[in-house]
């Protein structure tokens, strides 16, 4: 990556993440059970038999009732956990319980890694991916580690759709050739469909 994308990068990160850490936690709590609203109306979402969501951290679109409401509803749930912090490596994890998330990771709640858990990206219907901000093609801007871009590299984009609150949404995102667009964004306010060649 250059000098100059990486910049611009962290000055997007940066203008983002402090305008998302703004956002009262009940706030939070009503935007993210109104994107789940329409999740749920979402025919992909009432196809899908295994669904990738992420354990919320921070700011981030809340997923914890999403999650307990997809286990009820007899879905297998996976979520991201990543090994240890020199093991550039995300695997997705089955989940039966919130609580049997107990380990952190950059901060990050996640499930214990064992083979028996680990569901090959093939056998996932759907996958929800975080971000600081996205722009209307579907491009994201994370935390900067790159473990989502990676393991999106293979994975069909018309399965991932993006989880943000509308103010988190911009027309154009500083990108690189390795950053990987979602199918849907999906906000407070809107859905955004992207056309996407991935």
């Given at each position: 990556m250059s000098?100059?994308?990486?910049?611009?990068?962290?000055?997007?990160r940066y203008e983002f993440l402090t305008l998302r850490n703004k956002i009262e936690p009940v706030l939070a709590a009503a935007y993210s059970a109104d994107i789940f609203a329409e999740i749920k109306k979402l025919s992909v979402y009432k196809k899908a038999k295994t669904v990738m969501f992420y354990l919320?951290?921070?700011s981030e679109?809340?997923?914890?009732?999403?999650?307990?409401?997809?286990?009820?509803?007899?879905?297998?749930?996976?979520?991201?956990?990543?090994?240890?912090?020199?093991?550039?490596?995300?695997?997705?994890?089955?989940?039966?319980?919130?609580?049997?998330a107990c380990q952190v990771v950059y901060g990050i709640r996640q499930p214990e890694i064992n083979a028996d858990g680990i569901?090959?990206?093939?056998?996932?219907?759907?996958?929800?991916?975080p971000g600081i901000a996205f722009d209307v093609e579907g491009y994201r801007i994370?935390?900067?580690k790159g473990y989502y871009d990676r393991w999106l590299e293979s994975v069909a984009s018309e399965k991932t759709i993006g989880l943000s609150y509308?103010?988190?949404?911009?027309?154009k995102l500083p990108i690189g050739k390795y950053d990987i667009p979602v199918s849907i964004i999906i906000t407070e306010k809107r859905i955004i469909k992207v056309r996407v060649a991935h």
């Amino acid at each position: 990556m250059s000098v100059y994308l990486e910049s611009e990068k962290r000055k997007a990160r940066y203008e983002f993440l402090t305008l998302r850490n703004k956002i009262e936690p009940v706030l939070a709590a009503a935007y993210s059970a109104d994107i789940f609203a329409e999740i749920k109306k979402l025919s992909v979402y009432k196809k899908a038999k295994t669904v990738m969501f992420y354990l919320s951290y921070g700011s981030e679109v809340v997923t914890d009732s999403m999650i307990n409401f997809a286990i009820k509803e007899g879905k297998t749930v996976v979520v991201p956990a990543i090994k240890n912090y020199r093991n550039r490596s995300m695997y997705a994890v089955k989940i039966s319980k919130l609580k049997n998330a107990c380990q952190v990771v950059y901060g990050i709640r996640q499930p214990e890694i064992n083979a028996d858990g680990i569901v090959e990206k093939d056998n996932i219907d759907l996958i929800f991916v975080p971000g600081i901000a996205f722009d209307v093609e579907g491009y994201r801007i994370g935390y900067g580690k790159g473990y989502y871009d990676r393991w999106l590299e293979s994975v069909a984009s018309e399965k991932t759709i993006g989880l943000s609150y509308d103010f988190q949404i911009t027309d154009k995102l500083p990108i690189g050739k390795y950053d990987i667009p979602v199918s849907i964004i999906i906000t407070e306010k809107r859905i955004i469909k992207v056309r996407v060649a991935h």
